[in-house]
């Protein structure tokens, strides 16, 4: 019923005719600049993934979950920088009863540094990336009321490697891959019933599953111009699923494979100035929505020192 909501990245824009940069790219904001701005996500859907059943259900109709994202990204060096991502999220159910939520979600801090540069002539470069990323809740919301809570109220610690193409007419090749530790989550109920053995658990107390994450991506970048095709993939490693007509629960297994599409362009008479439009659609999944998901943003980058 619930899809996850794990923002995989984290989208600002570097300086200049570059492209946007996330922690799952091969892209690096330059020394001493700094890029912020905001990204607005909408998310809905009307079907969802019961176990491996696909249904719908009357009580919740159409789920949409809406975000605004503060993003930040900072160039230590140029080849190690650090980004923040900070959203505000609402849920909203079209039927039923249940009152959807919103609040300030997680704090996410992350580093990336690019330690490997291959460059042949012609300018095509290879690089890869080791990317390390901390998340945790800001606000004291409730993991334990999916399909309509904001988040799911876990410290995270992510480990992820990235390694990019690109030739010198501007097309390029991503891919990325990412493992995220969870920290156990505390729920408003002093026990709860295992999805997996329908053991009765007298805590509050859940341990959370780990996950695994792929990012691929190819397309098209060269003179503040990004035009990509991309693949998301997430697996939980463990957690069981949804009960028959039961609400999910934190720990529940949730896999989904994605396909997106994204356009980037840095306005000409403000170079520094970078729209985003994306959009994701979730073709197969696992106690996930089949949403639809939709993003635009609007980042400005400040340049602290001489660099063009």
């Known amino acids: 019923m619930k899809k996850y909501l794990l923002l995989l990245s984290i989208i600002v824009f570097p300086v200049g005719y570059s492209s946007a940069q996330t922690l799952n790219d091969g892209l690096m904001m330059q020394k001493d600049n700094f890029c912020t701005g905001f990204i607005y996500m909408h998310d809905q859907w009307t079907e969802y993934w019961e176990g491996t059943r696909k249904r719908d259900n009357g009580n919740i109709g159409k789920l949409t979950t809406q975000s605004l994202t503060w993003v930040g990204n900072y160039g230590i060096t140029n080849k190690l920088n650090v980004i923040a ?23 996410s801090v992350g580093v990336k540094y690019n330690f490997f540069v291959k460059e042949w002539e012609g300018k095509s470069r290879f690089k890869t990336f080791g990317i390390i990323n901390f998340s945790t809740p800001i606000s004291n919301y409730s993991p334990d009321f999916l399909p309509l809570s ?7 610690l992510s480990y992820r490697l990235t390694a990019f193409y690109k030739l010198e007419k501007g097309w390029f090749a991503n891919a990325s891959a990412g493992y995220t530790w969870r920290s156990n989550v505390e729920l408003d109920r002093p026990a709860y019933y295992n999805d997996e053995d329908e053991t ?8 959370m599953p780990n996950v695994f994450d792929l990012f691929i991506s190819a397309g098209y970048l060269k003179n ?9 993939q997430q697996n939980t ?9 039961d609400m999910p629960f934190v720990s529940n297994k949730m896999n ?10 840095y306005l000409p008479p403000l170079p520094e100035l970078a729209v985003r439009l994306a959009g994701t659609y979730t073709f197969s999944g696992r106690n996930v929505g089949q949403s639809t998901t939709y993003l635009a943003g609007i980042l400005y980058t400040i340049k602290f020192s001489g660099n063009p």
């Open 256 to 265: 989904f494979n994605k396909g997106g599409i994204l356009v980037m362009y």
């Open 200 to 207: 009765l658990y007298l805590t509050n107390e859940v341990q």
């Open 224 to 232: 503040g111009l990004q035009v990509e095709l991309n693949y998301i």
């Open 85 to 107: 991502m900070l959203p505000y999220v609402r849920t909203n159910a079209s039927k039923g009863t249940l009152a959807g939520m919103e609040n300030i979600q997680d704090l």
């Open 237 to 245: 490693l463990g957690g069981g699923d949804i009960r028959r007509q």
């Open 150 to 156: 904001i988040g799911m109220a876990s410290t995270n």
